[in-house]
Nanobody, 123 residues
Framework: QAQVVESGGGLVQPGGSLTLSCAAT????????MAWYRQAPGKQRELVAA???????IYADAVKGRFTITRDNAKNTAALQMNSLNLEDTATYYC?????????????????WGQGTLVTVSS
């Protein structure tokens, strides 16, 4: 069973900081990239940040300079450090990992998504 689990969401005041954690476990291996997405009600899901196994990173313009994504390849974990949070950062944040997944007795390349963790920025 391949699984991705996020944690660390919660309520934070504008200007505050929060760190999200993600762990990929089970039958997924040889993970290529890990990424964070977010989605607010009535809004399209958007990419926040991504990191490859080689350490290359990309960020959405809205978060660049404020958020930092890191990963531990050996542990199949990733983290998102969020600073200077504003109201527009309020959303459910999802972690996604892509790599080899054993399913149905076969080895396939797949994306595995977490259940999401809610981040609310409010005064």
């Amino acid at each position: 069973q391949a699984q991705v689990v996020e944690s660390g969401g919660g309520l934070v005041q504008p200007g505050g900081s929060l760190t999200l954690s993600c762990a990929a476990t089970g039958s997924i291996y040889s993970i290529n990239s890990m990424a964070w997405y977010r989605q607010a009600p009535g809004k399209q899901r958007e990419l926040v940040a991504a990191i490859t196994s080689g350490g290359r990173t990309i960020y959405a313009d809205a978060v660049k300079g404020r958020f930092t994504i890191t990963r531990d390849n050996a542990k199949n974990t990733a983290a998102l450090q969020m600073n200077s949070l504003n109201l527009e950062d309020t959303a459910t944040y999802y972690c996604r990992a892509d790599g080899q997944v054993i399913t149905g007795g076969k080895d396939k390349y797949r994306e595995v998504w977490g259940q999401g963790t809610l981040v609310t920025v409010s005064s």
